[in-house]
């Protein structure tokens, strides 16, 4: 089972080009599969049915996993066996009928725009490091991009005369997205200083990369999450303090101004509308707020 475990993460990186973070995802929710099949005693592929997929779900119910949670480990369920199914791993797809739970609507949680400038005001650039990370930042508000495109940045990507750079996202599709100003200057700002860190890097093949860690290497996915946490919690309590809290600010702020939804949902690259309307709920409860602090009859 674990040969077709990992010829299914191959795959996911070699055709379907996944990011790291969604192979070690899928890896992760497919060992926990694993290990409720050897407490049931069930050792093939093969053994596996409805029946038993079910019971595995019913576990995950009783130990409170969230339904987003769960609806997550069945969309790995659901390819990982449509994979085996016709690479010949096994003959059927129990997990075909699988149905995902009704996830809990949640809106995004997002920076008001106060907050996001005292953020900006408090960064300390006087430092190579203060450079890289303000760029960062500026560079997510910016744009609205995923941690792992920006990850992902090269120095090709980046146009600072055309204020634009090039994102590969999820499937490998590229988009285009324009540059602010403010964040054209950061990025100039760090660049000026990037040779130093190129100097103490140790693999060649970081050269090109656009961000750089303090000792020079291509800068991690983690390093990048803790740079935001500490930014943002430096001005806000908010409980969620990540990239995408970054991201939903982009799209919540563009839409507040009047941005039309089918351009954001473009510069956000999602696939479909009904992924970006997310945002427009979360534009009318600005306005509710707006509406019941202003008039008199609220």
């Known amino acids: ?13 070699a055709e379907r080009r996944y990011s790291p ?23 093939s592929l093969q053994s596996v049915d409805k029946k038993l997929l079910r019971s595995y779900l019913g576990s995950l119910l009783d130990r409170e996993y969230s339904k987003t949670s769960i609806a997550r480990k069945i969309a790995s369920l659901r390819s990982f066996f449509r994979f085996a199914k016709r690479r010949g791993f096994t003959r059927l797809n129990p997990a075909i009928t699988l149905v995902s739970p009704r996830r809990e609507k949640r809106l995004p949680v997002f920076l008001d725009e106060h907050t996001v400038e005292s953020m900006f005001r408090q960064l300390d650039t006087s430092t190579p490091g203060g450079r890289r990370d303000s760029a960062i930042m500026e560079l997510f508000y910016s744009t ?6 920006l990850v992902n940045l090269r120095l090709t990507d980046l146009d ?44 060649r093949s970081v050269f090109d990369m656009l961000f750089l860690s303090d000792d020079g290497r291509a800068i991690s996915a983690d390093k990048v999450f803790t740079i ?16 995408h809290v970054l991201r939903h600010t982009f799209a919540t702020h563009l839409l507040n101004r009047g941005a039309d939804l089918r351009a954001v949902k473009e510069l956000l690259g999602h696939e479909s509308l009904s992924t970006t309307q997310v945002y427009t709920h979360v534009s009318t409860e600005q306005m509710k707020k707006v509406y019941r602090q202003a008039h008199p009859k609220a």
């Open 1 to 13: 089972m674990q040969n077709t475990i990992r010829a299914f993460l191959e795959y996911l990186e």
């Open 144 to 149: 609205g991009i995923r941690r792992s495109e």
């Open 21 to 43: 973070h969604t192979i070690r995802s899928y890896d992760h929710d497919l060992q926990q599969f694993v290990s409720h099949l050897n407490e049931e005693g069930v050792e």
């Open 160 to 203: 600072l005369a055309g204020k634009t750079i090039k994102v590969t996202g999820k499937g490998s599709k590229q988009r285009i997205i324009p540059l602010g100003t403010q964040a054209a200057t950061a990025l100039r700002n760090y660049l000026a200083g990037r040779t130093e860190q190129v100097k103490r890097s140790v693999r």
């Open 228 to 243: 935001v946490q500490r930014c943002i919690g430096a001005v806000s309590e908010c409980q969620k303090k990540s990239p």
